[in-house]
């Protein structure tokens, strides 16, 4: 099946700076997301983003397809973004393959 | 709020023990999943079901069950709960297969 990783598997910040969180995977999607679990447990959607490229405020994320990866740009890290950073794809039906997470910690 | 309810939020209970977690998709959301969330396997698909029927399994044990009824919301179903079992569960919906899917807030169940 297919395989995903991800890295830097931690990453601690200071607040204020920048930071990007790759993904690769194995194998052609149409599918791809990411996730942010916060504390709580909760996974807050982030990006749906099989290509291409997508800003929400501080967060960006670009998806090349055809060389299998994806990119989460984080900029000006708020405490409040700290947390585990999930990418899921999928290529079979809806169903999706998580990788093993990026933990965040953002330090005031 | 991602418009996925998950019931209930916290359960524990013992060994042996058999439980029924429960989940109401996004209005208008075909397509339900499980998951499973623990330490040592991460997070891993346990089925989907579209409009009522099955349509992907993945790592689930034959101890779990699960469904999907008329009104679209789904029940997983574990029995002779292993200490093991204890994990986060999350159901997961979406319009069709291949979309965007969205989270519950997932049930934290404990085996004692």
């Known amino acids: 099946g297919i395989q995903v990783e991800q890295s830097p598997p931690d990453l601690i910040l200071q607040e204020g700076a920048n930071s990007t969180l790759r993904c690769n995977f194995s194998?052609?999607?149409?599918?791809l997301q990411w996730f942010h679990q916060n504390p709580w447990g909760q996974l807050i959607n982030l990006f749906y983003?099989?290509?291409g490229t997508k800003q929400n405020g501080r967060l960006s994320a670009t998806t090349v397809a055809t060389e299998r990866y994806s990119l989460l740009y984080i900029s000006s890290s708020q405490t409040t973004d700290s947390g585990v950073y999930f990418c899921?794809?999928?290529?079979?039906?809806?169903?999706?393959?998580f990788g093993q997470g990026t933990e965040l910690s953002v330090k005031p | 709020d991602s418009g996925v309810t998950q019931t209930p939020k916290h359960l524990i209970t013992a060994t042996g023990q058999r439980v029924t977690l429960r989940c109401s998709p996004r209005?208008?959301?075909?397509?339900v999943y499980w998951y499973q969330q623990s330490l040592d396997q991460g997070l891993q698909f346990l089925i989907q079901?579209?409009?009522?029927?099955?349509?992907a399994k993945g790592n689930i044990l034959e101890r779990f069950s699960a469904q999907q009824f008329p009104d679209l919301h789904s029940e997983l179903n574990l029995s002779s709960l292993e200490l093991g079992d204890s994990a986060l569960y999350f159901c997961?919906?979406?319009?069709?297969?291949?979309?965007?899917?969205?989270f519950g807030q997932g049930t934290r169940l404990t085996v004692v």
């Open positions: 997961a919906s979406s319009p069709l297969s291949d979309t965007e899917a969205f």
């Open positions: 194998d052609s999607v149409n599918n």
């Open positions: 983003i099989p290509s």
């Open positions: 899921a794809v999928g290529n079979q039906g809806g169903k999706l393959i």
């Open positions: 209005s208008g959301d075909l397509s």
């Open positions: 079901y579209y409009n009522g029927e099955e349509r």
